[in-house]
């Protein structure tokens, strides 16, 4: 019924139909309806934005809180000794996310992990480090 950019998408067959339907008015309340309904963004939350970890192998976690609950999120480590198990790179909904990582026989290392679009910072004591305390 309309030629526009639009067509195709949700949007557009919300305003085809109200003007097949109804005309003006309803196209109105529905765009108001639609415009409300998609204000409603998810929100991201980590339980912190950094962690100290030892020198030695290990796991560790983080909470992500995420508002609805129904909002999915993805994870990427962006360091080679950081991990995830395939169950911690994607999910929905509010979580515990565990990671993993190498032992540092060298100095202090820091690296990410990008969670939902929040960074994770962890930081890594080299075995070094603590041979110079001793």
Known sequence: MFNSLLAGTPLGRLINDCLRSCGVLCMVLSWMAFSSAQAQSTKFSLGTATLLVGPAVGSNSVI??????????????????????????????????????????????????????????????????????W
């Open 64 to 133: 992500l809180a995420v508002t609805p609950a129904t909002g999915s999120w993805t994870n990427t480590a962006n360091a080679s000794w950081l991990h995830l198990s395939p169950a911690n790179q994607s999910g929905t909904g509010s979580t515990n996310v565990i990671f993993s990582y190498d032992a540092n026989s060298r100095q202090t290392r820091s690296g990410t992990f990008t969670i939902a679009g929040q960074t994770l910072t962890i930081t890594q004591a080299g075995s070094l480090m603590l041979r110079l305390i």
